[in-house]
């Protein structure tokens, strides 16, 4: 059962970005599979992965197909005053639990029909319910596609050396993957009732205007950026910089701060910094924002920094989400959502590399909280969806 792997994950205190040997037990679980490690900068990461019978590796990359599911085993610190094991072998600190949370963070505790433990949620329950759905079906199937499980231990951290630089190294061995799911807790109610076809991206911005301090007597004298910006401000505050559509919200300009002068109700400021963050859909890029501050700006003194912290990404007429929806209906009898909402994942970087990918999980309404949990009955519903979804991948030949 994904529930008895899941409370094997659980103990491992996995925090951004230490492995902790998690993966040497995941591969007891996939012992027919290769592993392929790749550490940088003390982030590990994993490619499990299957061969075909009768196909070398050089012929199966060559010319199967490849699915992958996909996940992160790092997770953020537990808070609320917990304490941290040192390894999963630190029981003395694995059994104690001070502050807010009800059990250890980092025991597995079934109460009332749910497990607690930091990770169920995001997202060591999505990965307990793949490779449970993966070992039955690999035990059972032959097939001509390539399957594997790619892991990092730095998703929650900055993301540098994790999915993204392992995917660098696939595409050098020609190890890309095909198709990928993200088990990204997607959920908001049970298991499957949200697939993510997309995610926005993040660009930060920082705009300077430049003035000249001095006296507010002898204004004449001065050069005040607030001024400077006057009814602009309107013109960038809280804009929409696309009228969004079906499947993304509108690409909104947020300002976040705002800061000049010395504190001081008789001198003008030097300068003026404006913060802002635009969660951008694929209608808006960082060259559009851009021209954007430009055309409102024109004419002032000003500097612009800005920076594409994540990209966006948008996944359509997949097979992936077909056979998904099919796969959900099957099992819970629902009409699964699509959505793009929320923050960013390791999905962007798959997108970026021609993977075709979506995301689906566990529900989110405690990920990174106090009392972090999943329902006994999601774990198997998602599990058995994704069971499902492997047949039905494998009946359709994709």
Excluded at 70 to 78: E, Q, T
Excluded at 374 to 393: A, G, H, P
Aim: net charge negative; glycine share 8%; aromatic share 8%.
């Amino acid at each position: 059962m994904a529930l008895e792997i899941l409370k094997k994950l659980i103990q491992y205190p996995t925090i951004t970005p230490l492995e902790h040997g998690i993966y040497e037990y995941i591969q007891t679980l996939l012992p027919s599979f290769k592993a392929l490690h790749i550490e940088k900068n003390g982030v590990k990461n994993v490619l499990f992965y299957k061969i075909p019978k009768g196909y070398d590796e050089k012929s199966a990359w060559d010319r199967l197909k490849h699915f992958c599911f996909a996940g992160h085993v790092d997770v953020v610190k537990p808070g609320g005053g917990a304490v941290v094991p040192k390894d999963i072998h630190d029981t003395e600190n694995s059994s104690q639990n001070k502050g807010e949370w009800s059990y250890p963070p980092f025991t597995p505790t079934i109460h009332d029909g749910y497990i607690y433990g930091r990770g169920t949620q995001d997202m060591k329950g999505g990965i307990a319910c793949f490779i449970k759905a993966l070992q039955d079906f690999i035990s059972e199937n032959e097939t001509q596609m390539i399957f594997s499980v790619l892991l990092t231990s730095d998703e929650e951290g900055e993301g540098i050396y994790g999915t993204q630089y392992m995917l660098e190294i696939l595409k050098e061995k020609g190890m890309l993957p095909t198709y990928a799911i993200v088990a990204e807790p997607t959920s908001t109610k049970f298991a499957g009732d949200t697939i993510k076809v997309g995610r926005r991206g993040s660009i930060n911005g920082v705009i300077k205007i430049l003035g000249k301090q001095g006296h507010v007597a002898y204004p004449e004298k001065c050069i005040n950026p607030v001024e400077l910006l006057g009814s602009k401000l309107g013109l960038l505050a809280g804009v929409n910089l696309d009228s969004g559509d079906c499947v993304f919200s509108a690409s909104k300009l947020v300002i976040t701060d705002i800061r000049g002068g010395i504190e001081a109700v008789n001198v003008t400021p030097n300068d003026l910094v404006i913060m802002f963050n635009v969660r951008n859909s694929t209608m808006t890029t960082l060259e559009s924002v851009k021209s954007h501050v430009d055309s409102v700006l024109d004419g002032l003194p000003y500097t612009l920094e800005l920076k594409q912290s994540s990209k966006s990404f948008h996944t359509k007429d997949s097979v992936l989400i077909t056979l998904l929806q099919d796969s959900i209906h099957e099992v819970a009898q629902i009409q699964t959502k699509l959505s793009t909402s929320g923050g960013t994942s390791d999905a962007r970087f798959l997108s970026e590399y021609g993977v075709e990918v979506v995301e689906l999980g566990l529900c989110n309404d405690r990920i990174h909280a106090v009392d972090e949990r999943v329902s006994l009955q999601d774990i198997e519903q998602l599990e058995r969806i994704f069971s499902v979804f492997l047949k039905r991948l494998l009946q359709d030949g994709v």
